[in-house]
């Protein structure tokens, strides 16, 4: 009886300092939905749909705006206006990087209808291990494949509701059962197959004459080894190589497949490209980068792709490197930052009808490419994504190959494909479907 009336009390003393600290917190922070104690507001987001909660919040509460994901807060920036204010006029404040616990953790057949998914993500993963290891695979390769499947398992989950809550809930990753566990595993699995790499590029290694990125990366530990604050470490370089082959495979694999299937779904818009593939490129020689400067619709497109998919909705999280006062709000060092990429690309002053895919967004009334400062598709700031160069100059030549030799057929009917996200979190997931590339 003694022991449940002080255990009634404890709990009670620890509600009332979770809402004291939370209201501490909250004073200068900008405004916000009132958090419950301890999950903060989690059951107030869909975590299916982030980007349409965030949406719904700045109605209310502009462009601003603090969640609770748990007891931390988290401030959000949707719409251009404040986006850009944060990450570009502010790079440098806006520059940290934010936690992601479930990744830190392991820090510590041809005219017949197919799934495009295995294609689509072979190919990029092997332009990754050209450059990683100058090592390309067979797609038989059983090594090769086990990794692919394990990079696609990986986005799936990371994109799942309950990565969401791990992520807002730490403490949860390592005592409760979920696909958090498979989650990790497969880090594990990937840190190892990396580790074997580089023990094989240690044995092998000419310091004058480098192969590729480990090899350069083995040169500088060399070079470093007497310095005791070097970076460049062996840990650093299995996961700075796991994190080339995450972000470097997975979001153009998955650019590509929703490519297609938009493709698919706007037969129009895949005829005025292959036009302009013919009268550009022609059918006798494979498409090179130059050949985009003379291609202003299939430019065109290939921005409304990455526009409409919205392939990282929130991208990955900020964090303030220092205090500061934004917009007359004090935020505290340290704090999370989320930026609604979302609420820039679907912007509806700069692009009428966003949820309309309509390659004209980026066209001017000459048929000319019209750039845009609302294009975010890879963040931008300080922490813009690295691999853009590679990722636009992948998606062109991959998509003009593709179009240049096939013709592309759905074994359903157009009204039937849908093109919205399976999963919206951590990436849009476009979801799966078939498709015939009938030979030119």
């Given at each position: 009886m003694i022991l449940g009336v002080f255990l009634g009390l404890f709990l009670t003393c620890l509600l009332?300092?979770?809402?004291?600290?939370?209201?501490?917190?909250?004073?200068?922070?900008?405004?916000?939905?009132?958090?419950?104690?301890?999950?903060?507001?989690?059951?107030q987001i869909d975590l299916k749909d982030i980007s349409k909660s965030l949406r719904n919040f700045s109605k209310v509460y502009g462009p601003v705006f603090t969640l609770y994901f748990g007891r931390k807060p988290a401030v959000v920036l949707h719409g251009y206006e404040a986006v850009k204010e944060a990450l570009i006029d502010h790079g440098?404040?806006?520059?940290?990087?934010?936690?992601f616990p479930v990744a830190e953790k392991f820090n510590k057949n041809c005219g017949v209808p197919c799934d495009p998914t295995f294609i689509l993500g072979c190919a990029p993963c092997n332009v990754i291990c050209s450059i990683v290891f100058q090592n390309r695979f067979d797609y038989k390769d059983q090594e090769f494949l086990a990794l692919i499947d394990i990079l696609n398992e990986n986005v799936e989950i990371l994109s799942s509701p309950w990565i969401q809550i791990c992520n807002n809930f730490p403490a949860i990753i390592d005592y409760l059962p979920?696909?958090?566990r498979k989650l990790l595993k497969n880090f594990a699995f990937a840190k190892h197959y990396f580790l074997a790499k580089v023990i094989q590029h240690q044995e092998s290694l000419d310091i004058n004459n480098p192969r590729d990125f480990i090899d350069c990366f083995l040169i500088k530990m060399e070079q470093e080894k007497h310095n005791p604050k070097t970076e460049f470490t062996c840990e650093n370089l299995i996961f700075t190589a796991s994190d080339l082959f995450a972000a470097g495979t997975e979001t153009t694999s998955t650019t590509l497949r929703y490519s297609l299937l938009l493709l698919l779904k706007y037969p129009e818009v895949t005829a005025k490209v292959q036009e302009e593939i013919d009268h550009v490129i022609g059918r006798h020689r494979s498409p090179c980068m130059q050949d985009r400067h003379h291609m202003p619709y299939t430019d065109a497109v290939l921005h409304e792709i990455q526009r409409y998919i919205d392939l990282l909705p929130t991208s990955l999280p900020h964090a303030l490197t220092c205090d500061m006062k934004f917009r007359d709000y004090f935020i505290p060092k340290g704090t999370t930052v989320i930026a609604s990429l979302t609420s820039v690309?679907?912007?509806?002053?700069?692009?009428?009808?966003?949820?309309?895919?309509?390659?004209s967004h980026f066209?001017?009334?000459n048929g000319?490419?019209?750039?845009?400062?609302?294009?975010?598709p890879f963040s931008t700031g300080k922490r813009i994504c690295v691999g853009e160069g590679l990722a636009r100059t992948e998606l062109f030549l991959f998509l003009?190959?593709?179009?240049?030799?096939?013709?592309?057929?759905?074994p359903v009917d157009l009204k039937e494909l849908d093109t919205n996200p399976v999963a919206n979190g951590f990436v849009s997931v476009p979801p799966k479907f078939q498709i015939c590339f009938i030979p030119i």
């Open positions: 009332l300092l979770s809402l004291w600290k939370q209201n501490f917190q909250r004073r200068n922070l900008p405004p916000g939905p009132t958090p419950l104690p301890i999950i903060g507001n989690i059951l440098e404040e806006f520059a940290g990087r934010g936690i979920g696909r958090h690309l679907y912007d509806d002053k700069e692009f009428p009808n966003p949820e309309k895919f309509d390659p066209l001017d009334e000319k490419v019209k750039k845009s400062d609302y294009f975010f003009t190959t593709i179009l240049q030799n096939f013709n592309l057929k759905s």
